[in-house]
């Protein structure tokens, strides 16, 4: 019998069970990704920290591989979390499944202390196998590369053959159709050429459209079931609007790969397309803060888990914010020729993926933490709700510190370095030294101080949140 406020994994579903083994490595590595972003920072006010033991370019990698990893690991339980309630039936081969997980897990542990053992050496084909494929952000040696692909590919199976076995929803359909481009994609990242106009052509393959559409899609899919649980929104309503913003979405964002062409030795022809198309990429956002807001707005924000319906919101404006608003700023390339790779660059790197992604992963850790204590209601009048609250809080004022201190650096940087210094050698060092930018540089570490507090308060809350709960959660559908 469930037992209110108990975890309880008798609470879960199959797919589930396996969710939360997802969230679990998801939150250990975000925990990591946030502890190596605190070290480069201070090695941006002072170059010696760590110099010859863990130096800039280790922690920088660790840093954002770990972000890549554990968004992956947070979606891949977020869909296992919905698999169940949206198909009808028991996860399809949930034994093969599991076994993904535990191969995905070892592996991602063996590549991150390869990471920080081997950190200087020649970069040779057996290095590309063994060591780092050197490509930012999914730098994973090729046999890790083979790994994922096929835990991927078993995670695959799971979803589409359990949609095919119980029933294809709207959300089941996009879900699976945006796997195989999710999946196909990364595939181009593993192509190795000497040429690096080339390398880095086919790398955008996989980061743009991963971010810029694969990964939107994906959270379009998690926001209309979230949408579902958390307010009650009809499912007819919340598919429509998944439809178009599908339809925007890869109608700017495919073409929109161009804003990285501008000046990597590709073709000139990609000033214009990639100019005007991501120029569009930020109406698909609207469309999607429209819909979270117009839904809460119609269904007054009645709610049996407050938390993950804020996250749920955070995740419509961030994303809003700093993909769509942020990304906006610098892609045409009359502005981009002088903000490009600089801070201008990392401040919106920050709150893009904070704000589109990082945001809705956590509503999923709360959807599971209710379901997991019995299906609790949790309200903002919870025992203990201040964690929750301040947790949401100190994450996103210091995510916005980051991100403002970034954009000073950077807007320093274009003008110095670039308008001024003409993008010269010594433009570059005049802009480094400014104490504009090494301002920047401090407020960004104190907010990433503030963030890290946040996550720490997440990390507890998430443990101890609706423990002292007797009211059951009411189901608004009814
Ligand atoms: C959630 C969605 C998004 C995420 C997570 C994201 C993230 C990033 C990151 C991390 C970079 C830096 C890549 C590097 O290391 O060089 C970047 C670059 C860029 N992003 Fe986004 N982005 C998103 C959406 C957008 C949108 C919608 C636009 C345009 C409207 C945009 C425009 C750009 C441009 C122009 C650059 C190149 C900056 C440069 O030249 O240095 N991004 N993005
Ligand atoms: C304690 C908090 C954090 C600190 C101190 C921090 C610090 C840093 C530093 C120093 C870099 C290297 C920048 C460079 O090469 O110039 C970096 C890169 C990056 N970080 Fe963070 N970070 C933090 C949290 C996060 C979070 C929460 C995210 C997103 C979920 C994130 C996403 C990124 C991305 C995408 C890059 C690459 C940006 C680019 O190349 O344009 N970081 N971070
Ligand atoms: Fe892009």
Same mark, same amino acid.
């Given at each position: ?12 579903? &199959? ?7 997802? #969230?679990?490595?998801?939150? *250990?590595?975000? &925990? ?24 800039? =370019? ?8 770990? +972000?890549?990893? /554990? ?5 891949? $339980? ?18 093969? &499944?599991?076994?993904? #997980? ?6 991602? @542990? ?44 078993? %995670? ?46 086919? /790398?955008?393959? @996989?980061?743009?459209? /991963?971010?810029? *559409? ?34 925007? +979405? %890869? ?13 990597? $030795?590709?073709?000139?022809? /990609?000033?214009?397309?990639?100019? #005007?198309? =991501? ?23 009645? =709610? ?58 956590? *509503? #999923? ?15 903002? &009048?919870?025992? $203990? ?34 308008a001024v210094g003409g993008s010269s050698w010594v433009g570059y060092f005049s802009a480094q030294g400014h104490h504009w930018f090494i301002q920047g540089m401090k407020w960004r570490q104190i907010g990433g101080w503030i963030f890290t507090l946040g996550f720490v308060l997440l990390v507890w809350d998430l443990m101890t949140i609706g423990r002292k709960e007797t009211q059951p959660a009411k189901s608004l559908a009814e």
């Amino acid at each position: 019998m469930t037992v209110l406020g108990k975890v309880d994994s008798s609470n879960l579903n &199959g797919g589930q069970k396996l969710a939360v083994k997802y #969230f679990t490595v998801a939150l *250990a590595l975000f &925990g990591a990704q946030i502890l190596f972003g605190l070290l480069a920072g201070m090695q941006y006010l002072n170059p010696d920290f760590l110099f010859g033991i863990l130096d800039f =370019s280790v922690n920088r990698m660790v840093h954002i591989n770990a +972000m890549v990893v /554990w968004l992956l690991f947070g979606f891949l $339980g977020s869909v296992y979390w919905l698999l169940e309630d949206e198909s009808g039936v028991p996860v399809v081969g949930l034994k093969l &499944g599991n076994l993904a #997980f535990w191969i995905l897990t070892l592996a991602v @542990v063996v590549v991150v202390l390869v990471y920080l053992l081997v950190q200087v050496g020649a970069g040779t084909h057996a290095s590309i196998w063994l060591i780092n494929e050197g490509r930012e952000y999914i730098e994973a040696p090729r046999w890790a590369d083979i790994g994922i692909v096929v835990c991927v590919l078993v %995670f695959f199976y799971n979803v589409a053959a359990s949609f095919t076995k119980g029933r294809y929803t709207g959300v089941g359909g996009v879900l699976v159709l945006d796997l195989v481009a999710l999946a196909g994609i990364y595939l181009a990242g593993m192509y190795y050429t000497p040429n690096i106009s080339m390398d880095q052509h086919w /790398w955008w393959w @996989v980061i743009h459209l /991963w971010v810029e *559409a694969t990964w939107e899609v994906l959270v379009g899919c998690l926001m209309a079931y979230g949408l579902m649980v958390t307010l009650g929104v009809r499912r007819k309503i919340v598919e429509t609007w998944l439809y178009i913003e599908v339809a925007l +979405m %890869f109608g700017s964002g495919i073409l929109g790969l161009g804003h990285h062409y501008f000046w990597i $030795g590709t073709p000139e022809y /990609w000033f214009a397309i990639g100019g #005007f198309f =991501s120029a569009l990429e930020p109406i698909p956002l609207v469309a999607m803060v429209v819909h979270a807001v117009f839904d809460a707005g119609h269904h007054k924000i009645r =709610s049996t888990n407050h938390p993950a319906l804020a996250w749920i919101i955070a995740q419509a404006f961030g994303n809003f914010l700093g993909a769509g608003v942020w990304g906006f700023m610098h892609t045409l390339p009359q502005i981009n020729l002088y903000t490009h790779g600089t801070q201008w660059t990392a401040s919106h790197g920050h709150f893009a993926f904070f704000g589109a992604y990082v945001t809705m992963v956590i *509503a #999923f850790f709360y959807l599971a933490a209710q379901k997991w204590r019995g299906d609790v209601w949790m309200s903002g &009048g919870l025992i $203990g709700a201040w964690k929750w609250k301040w947790a949401l809080a100190l994450l996103q004022i210091g995510m916005l510190a980051m991100t403002m201190a970034l954009l000073a650096s950077g807007y320093e940087q274009s003008q110095i370095e670039r308008a001024v210094g003409g993008s010269s050698w010594v433009g570059y060092f005049s802009a480094q030294g400014h104490h504009w930018f090494i301002q920047g540089m401090k407020w960004r570490q104190i907010g990433g101080w503030i963030f890290t507090l946040g996550f720490v308060l997440l990390v507890w809350d998430l443990m101890t949140i609706g423990r002292k709960e007797t009211q059951p959660a009411k189901s608004l559908a009814e």
